[in-house]
């Protein structure tokens, strides 16, 4: 089961979304959040992922990606685009 310490260490590394199996697009970590007040549900702490993505032409559709890390794996994780902060568009995973 993944959890927020599974990221807390790894913001700022870089991840990769795979929208197809040929294709690979870098995303940087850049938040994982504790949500709730950090009470467990269902037997682990509610946390959110934000990550962000540069020079894509076009934002990813709401969806399930494999995003895998060289040390953490490949899972696959429901990633909703919030919008651009600036420096690129940013995606959020929520679990409960």
Do not use: C, K, N
């Amino acid at each position: 089961m993944l959890t927020i310490e599974t990221f807390q260490s790894r913001v700022g590394e870089t991840f990769q979304i795979r929208p197809r199996a040929d294709a690979d697009v870098p995303a940087q970590l850049i938040e994982a959040r504790v949500l709730g007040g950090g009470r467990r549900t269902g037997g682990r702490v509610p946390f959110s992922l934000s990550f962000r993505t540069t020079g894509v032409a076009a934002a990813l559709p709401q969806r399930i990606y494999e995003v895998a890390h060289e040390e953490v794996g490949a899972y696959e994780i429901f990633l909703v685009p919030v919008g651009t902060d600036g420096q690129g568009m940013v995606y959020e995973a929520i679990f409960t």
